[in-house]
């Protein structure tokens, strides 16, 4: 508070301190949907498909020459990963002062790892890149790459999520007094979304009794190519995508006793289902393409019209050429 003692003065009170801000942003790879390639507020991957998070801390430039009455500045990152996800690794930490970016060396800061948070702390900016001046304003960036994990929610229609994360910064804000820090609020959530194909065996109809026994291949082309593959590991009861995890067993998928044979965590775009062995007495399914057609631009919400994530598939009894579904009877006929 400043009282002024005496009438009709005018004064004119200038801050002592220049808050920053920070902002937290996901990569999104080119799956064919509506979403453009980039760092943004959403994306959608595979579980266990490495992508990258954007922290960005902006400095502002002061006219008052404010930095220049700290010993010291401090700032300090302390990011919230949701449970879905998985710190990797720390990639880059620069800082742009102007038109340069430099690379901020390891020994100028502290990275604290603990899931689900992660702290990287710069005790003092000023002496991280040469010919560094604060008061001209800087940009700290600093860029990691993580995983969607198995406790990853997924979508199996359009709607939320709850892989979420934030970031937020505590920076110095009293020259005289080095324990003294403040908070920016925290950043505008990012999201993070991954899907879950259905599928059912049947026999003979749709709504034929389920069908167990029968195996199972994903692929990413038409064509259903070893190098097209895309592998899969079984865990209590579904297939997760191998990706980039180390340590896994690819599998071929089995419809159970309920014939099911559910995936989680599948990135969006176009897959095919071919039925590589089917069960004794019945002859395999055509290929079946997967279409999961998302649109997250609004961040907080997806949405999946156009997709097929819930499939009932038939299997006919052996004994002769398994016709296909469409066509005229002149086609049966002709075959």
Not at 9 to 27: F, I, L
Not at 81 to 93: A, H, N, P, Q
Request: negative net charge.
């Amino acid at each position: 508070m400043l009282t002024v003692t005496q009438a009709n003065w005018n004064v004119d009170v200038t801050p002592k301190v220049e808050k920053p801000s920070v902002k937290k942003e996901v990569y999104d790879n080119q799956d064919g949907t509506s979403n453009e390639a980039g760092f943004g507020s959403s994306a959608d991957h595979a579980i266990n498909e490495e992508f990258k998070f954007k922290l960005t801390a902006t400095l502002p430039a002061s006219n008052v020459h404010v930095y220049d009455y700290y010993d010291k500045y401090t700032v300090i990152f302390n990011d919230t990963l949701s449970e879905g996800i998985t710190f990797d690794r720390l990639d880059t930490v620069e800082i742009t002062n102007g038109t340069t970016s430099q690379v901020i060396d390891s020994n100028k800061y502290t990275l604290y790892e603990k899931q689900p948070y992660l702290t990287l702390g710069i005790d003092d900016v000023k002496t991280c890149a040469s010919g560094l001046n604060l008061n001209d304003g800087a940009t700290i960036t600093v860029t990691y790459t993580a995983h969607l994990n198995d406790k990853a929610y997924v979508n199996t229609a359009g709607g939320s999520t709850s892989n979420i994360n934030k970031v937020y910064l505590t920076y110095s804000n009293n020259p005289k007094d080095e324990s003294s820090i403040g908070k920016t609020p925290e950043s505008t959530p990012v999201y993070v979304y991954t899907y879950q194909l259905n599928n059912t065996k049947h026999q003979d109809t749709e709504k034929g009794p389920a069908l167990e026994g029968a195996c199972f291949r994903l692929y990413s082309d038409e064509a259903c190519t070893d190098q097209s593959e895309v592998q899969l590991y079984q865990k209590d009861g579904f297939y997760y995508p191998i990706k980039d995890v180390l340590g896994k067993e690819a599998v071929e998928m089995k419809s159970a006793a309920n014939g099911t044979f559910n995936v989680k965590g599948l990135d969006a775009g176009t897959y095919y289902l071919k039925e590589i062995t089917p069960p004794d007495g019945y002859s395999a399914c055509k290929v079946i393409p997967v279409t999961i057609k998302a649109d997250h631009s609004r961040n907080d919400q997806v949405n999946l019209e156009g997709s097929n994530l819930t499939n009932d598939i038939v299997n006919i009894k052996a004994g002769g050429i398994t016709l296909p579904s469409t066509g005229g009877i002149g086609t049966t006929l002709f075959y």
